[in-house]
């Protein structure tokens, strides 16, 4: 009895190393932490795009940038619809000082979305395009997703202070922080897919 009940962690290991699914869930994450290198918040990155990356799918750089990108804009219009049922709360509350500090917010948080939607779009021109016009559509990209970065942010610099109190500030900042951090990674992985692609063709800039 003793001796089976020993041999029970070797038996679990054995099994463990032959498991395929382990194998491949293991070069998957392996895979998606080397390409999240390149951003800020890496274990973010490396849980949004794992669960798209398997032992016979490794997405292309431009495919982890895509799904980068449209996870970010999710979150963003799923952000937006919360801060402006927050809002409404407060005005129907008649909070007039809460209500404007998140309808200003709400403000910036909806041209971050529509930055980010135009930044998808953008994206998918791209790869239609193909060569043409790369240049000008990187630099649309790099434009629209850094002025999100500058949006959601400046919708938290608006509510970190004492403008708002209770359970609301933490839940508003958790989500447009996490946007934040979403639309940095993307940016970081747009960036290293077009160094990637302009190490391996010769792009003419228009």
């Not at 003793?2 to 194998?23: A, K, M, Q």
């Not at 500058?150 to 109190?165: N, P, R, Y």
């Not at 940095?184 to 960036?191: C, E, M, V």
């Amino acid at each position: 009895m003793t001796h089976s009940i020993l041999s029970l962690p070797i038996l679990f290991l054995v099994i463990f190393s032959l498991n395929p699914t382990v194998e491949c869930h293991s070069r998957a994450r392996a895979y998606v932490q080397q390409q999240c290198r390149s951003t800020m918040y890496t274990e973010l990155c490396v849980r949004t795009l794992l669960p798209f990356a398997s032992k016979t799918n490794a997405p292309a750089p431009e495919q982890l940038a895509r799904i980068s990108l449209t996870s970010c804009l999710i979150k963003a219009r799923v952000t937006k619809a919360y801060v402006n049922l927050v809002a409404k709360e407060f005005n129907k509350a008649k909070n007039v000082r809460y209500y404007e500090v998140v309808t200003d917010c709400l403000r910036q948080i909806n041209d971050g979305v529509s930055q980010i939607t135009q930044s998808v779009k953008e994206q998918q021109r791209m790869v239609h395009d193909g060569e043409k016009d790369f240049s000008w559509h990187e630099s649309n990209v790099q434009s629209w997703v850094s002025t999100a970065l500058t949006d959601v942010t400046t919708c938290l610099d608006s509510i970190s202070d004492k403008a708002i109190g209770g359970k609301e500030k933490g839940m508003i900042k958790a989500r447009v922080l996490n946007v934040k951090h979403l639309a940095s990674n993307a940016l970081a992985l747009f960036n290293r897919f077009t160094t990637r692609h302009r190490g391996s063709r010769v792009i003419k800039t228009p």
